[in-house]
């Protein structure tokens, strides 16, 4: 199992990095992440100058919320390039044939999730010096050694969740034949409403704000938040929900992925090709 | 009346390090109504010569002319006479019906569009997939999709139609129907049918003559019967055990002049095919190899095919001119 | 004899022009049949603009002024076309290199100016229905104070558009050098333009937040002034006295970068054929 997901973990990493030279792998990653999260601030301070309340602590609110947002909407495609991708090539049946694609999936999102947590972090600080830049206001942003620390933790404890989710879409990969790319695309789009990446879930009308609060990603971004700009106590609160609802829907997505697994043999979708 | 024409035709790739002359002053003609066969393995040089035919790659010196025009210099009135099937292009639009696929690439050519819909009609017939017209290209087997591909070739009605590989990787019910199509094309419409392929089976069968390319060269042109009686040399068949594969290159034996291994390793066999300069050598390839503790089942002098009239032009088969084995 | 050859000449272009419709026309209608015969198509299509916009929409809400929620559903409209150029225009020809159609192009009569034309046309007419639907639920679930459609708006909409899908076209020629790196390089123009450019708020004239130096570049984009003079009319009733300078820009802008993207193409195409580089995805 260890040995499955090791090697998985360094394909999906190579299948990253290493078709151009790796830095520039990650500047072509952070520079559509930085402008993502650039134009949520501009939206933002737009408005609000318009209504003459611009607040740099919003903005450092955005900041983290869309570089975060970025991370999730990164990883997402993982599932999708292992399984529709792998149909193609056929390389997904093979996997499945050696009783290994559940670490096969693992492990690729777990590459993806180390290249998109580097890219989201970069994004990050780009957004940052860029606010600085372009409007000449400092966000209010804790970039200190404990804030750093809790930040990646907060970011490695997302792994869960993002196994989770990885593995539900891992399932719908099995099933879907056609245009596979429709509800990760739809996915990013409701993480962006319900996560707190933009904006807080209170402004929801209700009652969505129960589904934002049943979010790992929710409680992610606000760890992350709490970590970078405070309160402290928030933190580990925050943390402990993102846990223990990461774990949750690790569960949900083992338990969907398995029984999908079964439901695509049976059915004959294993190797049964994306258009 | 020559539909293809070319002379000292050379093209030259050149990259930092090195300089590839993937054609060597090729010469030949190709008539009207006739299937011609380009035969060679990988890398000879016959996709080359296929680009340079349909414009979509300049020759570095000579000549070509396609239905009399100069591939170079008239480009576009090239472009308007010819078709062209590869099996490593796309077959078309996924989302589309194989239908509107067809009349999509018969618009390419400003064809009047009762008149696509009728060739339409006439080529699903002949290839047999008349059925899987209206269905979306995402739902067509693998086969319909490769007789889609061969139909489109003919949508504009062309003077000379290029295929690379037509049938690699075909279904046998597929390739018999394509390679059918091919005879009645150019027999009935007087197209000229120019076909760039490794199967030697398909070449022998359909090509009304041949030409043999190795390392941007021609070798032969002819039909296949000339050319596999032009051998005059016997070809002779060994069955071995496995050790027989131990012998290396064939030609390194005394009266070989070209041949071939094949090693069965679930059978622990091996099939070795040899061309000799004459009968007389047999004796001492046997006692060579009985030498070498290498068992004779049976051998036998056998009908040389268009693979043995290459081997006894190179020295080697396909295979180990792929694997650049030198003779 | 010269009126023989005159007639000959004349029935030649005749010919072209005639193969150039309808290669034109051909290309469309492929695109659209493609997008209007899957519903689930404009399902996926409307997916990104749709949520993305509502979010930001709440975003302008939030920050104080329900009144500029307009802008992010007009972003949401267009940003559909801005997709529909950078994904299905502009990697097209390198994703038809890396398939394998280009040869078929190349080795047919077909001009792929007119291939190029006829898939904007197409683009156009098969991404109305997700920039409508975009329009229509932004606009019930928010009800942004739009000023009524004017002739100008129509014109306006419809240079932008030139000018975007000329953009394409330029981009379409650039793209056929790229390999592998083609999505990611989409990805970067994608964000960086759609930033840059202003599409879900102002990023020049009076209201942008942006630097006068970084104003500047974004007015090189073409989309930037076609939303800049959209937003004008539509929020703030402008006509075309006050918007002539974005629709002189625009008007040259698409004639710029259509006659540059197929002087490229050609170019590349040409250079394609001497070393056999743009061949590469073939065998």
Known sequence: MIKKLAASIMLGLEREFSWTFPPLVILLSMIPATAGVLTAVMVYWVGSSAAGRADPEWVAFLIVGASLYTHFASYIWAPLSAVSEGKASYTFPLVFISHSSLSYIAGRMIASFIESSFTAVLALGAATLSVKALLGITPGLGFTPLGITLFSMGMVVGLLAALGLGLMLAAYAIFVTRLEWGLPVYISGILMIFSEAIFPSSALPAPLPIIAESLPFTHIIRAARAALMGPLSLYLIELVYAALLGAAWLLAGLAVYTYSERIGRRRGYIDYRVV | ???????????????????????????????????????????????????????????????????????????????????????????????????????????LYGTPISEANRRIEELAAMLDFQDQLDRKLYTLTTGYRQRLNIARAFINGPQVVFFDEPTNGMDVFSAKKIRELFVKEAKTNSRTIFLATHNMFEAEEVCDRVAIIDRGRILAIDSPENLKSSLSKPVVLLETDIAGASIGDPTQLEGVVGGTIKVDDENEAAKIRVILRDEDFLEKILGLLEKRRVRVFNYQRIEPTLEDVFISLVGAGFAERERGIEA | MLGRASQRGRGALRRSFVIWVKVAVSRALIRIVAMYGDPLWIVVNVGGPMLTSLALAFLYRLAGLSSLTGFAILGGGMVSYWGNVIWSMASQLNWDKRSGMIYLYIASPAPLTALLIGMSLGGILGTLPSSIAVLIIGTLLFRPPFAPPTMAVALIFMLTLVALYGMGIALSSLYLILGRESEEVNEVLYESISFLSGIYFPSIGRFSPLPLAVQAVASLIPLTLGMDALRRTLFYAEGLTELWPNLSALAAMAVASIFIGLRTLSYIERRGRETGDILVAMK
Do not use: C, H
């Open chain 2, 1 to 107: 009346m020559a539909n293809v024409v070319t002379e000292n035709l050379t093209r030259v790739f050149e990259t930092k390090s090195k300089r590839i002359l993937a054609l060597d002053g090729v010469s030949f003609e190709v008539q009207r109504g006739e299937v011609f066969g380009l035969l060679g393995p990988n890398g000879a040089g016959k996709t080359t010569l296929i680009r340079i035919l349909t414009t979509l790659l300049l020759p570095t010196y000579g000549r070509a002319l396609v239905g009399g025009f100069d591939v170079v210099k008239e480009a576009k009135k090239v472009r308007s006479i010819i078709g062209f099937s590869s099996s490593s292009e796309r077959v078309g639009f996924d989302f589309v019906t194989a239908r509107r696929n067809l009349w999509f690439f018969s618009q």
